[in-house]
């Protein structure tokens, strides 16, 4: 067997990002897991007691912390051969109505706080010329839904952020791999009052995901069904799209729960 993968997660401790961790751990990857809720991160740890997983209680919106999580990891084993910017949350939002904060909590969090988590390894890989930087955009981010404006901005942000850093690391000898879900099947979709079409289930998108990056793709659409909606979508004129979603559902807004 080779070199154990070193792979650092950000939003790991449910959802996407714990499927994510238990999908490198089954390939007996070294694991470095960041997120707020430290308890879940803890049962994760314990559950796996064969592979070596470091924990960091975080919020990524904490950039020292998540600075101090990578400084300490790689004092443990080394510069990971792959970061995962995973951390994101979905928020319904009515502009109007007084979600300001809300909006600034969405982008702080999926955009800002992939920014923070790739910040403190970009210029050891480049030095190093090797690794991946992964961020998870959304098929959300190609247009902006009706009642979701803070996610779809948030994910549209990420995606072209994630684009421009994919051409600035190619000469520098990092690969940079968007991947945009559709509807995955974790406890944020849960909560969706709304039909979801091709509806994944999350350790089939880790698996999908974990090889997608190892083979270094550019961008990923899961699953593959999404990506003819994402690619309808991006070329619908606008009148077309404000027909097809006038009568769409909304996210219910976060601030009326």
Known sequence: ????????????????????????ARRGAILALVARRGDALERF????????????????????????AAQDFVARYGCPDIVIANAGVSRGT????????IFRDVMDI??????????????????????????????AGVRGLPGSGAYSASKAAARTYLEALRVEMRSRGVAVVTIAPGFIRTPMTARNPYRMP??????????????????????????????FVAIMLHIMP???YDAAMKKAPHKPRAAAD
């Open 110 to 139: 999926n955009y800002f706080g992939m920014v923070a988590t790739f910040e403190p390894f970009a210029a050891a890989m480049a030095a190093a010329r090797q690794g991946t930087l992964v961020g998870i955009s959304s098929v």
């Open 1 to 24: 067997m080779g070199t154990p993968l070193k792979v650092f997660i950000t939003g790991a401790s449910s959802g996407i990002g714990l499927a994510i961790a238990a999908e490198y």
């Open 45 to 68: 740890r314990q559950a796996h007691p064969e592979h070596p997983v470091s924990i960091y209680p975080a919020d990524v919106r904490d950039a020292d912390a998540l600075a101090a």
């Open 198 to 227: 091709f509806l994944m289930d999350a350790e089939r998108f880790a698996r999908e995901a974990a090889d997608a990056i190892e083979h270094r793709k550019r961008y990923v659409v899961l699953p593959w069904q999404m990506r």
């Open 94 to 101: 009515v502009t109007g109505l007084g979600d300001l904060q």
């Open 238 to 240: 606008r009148w077309l």
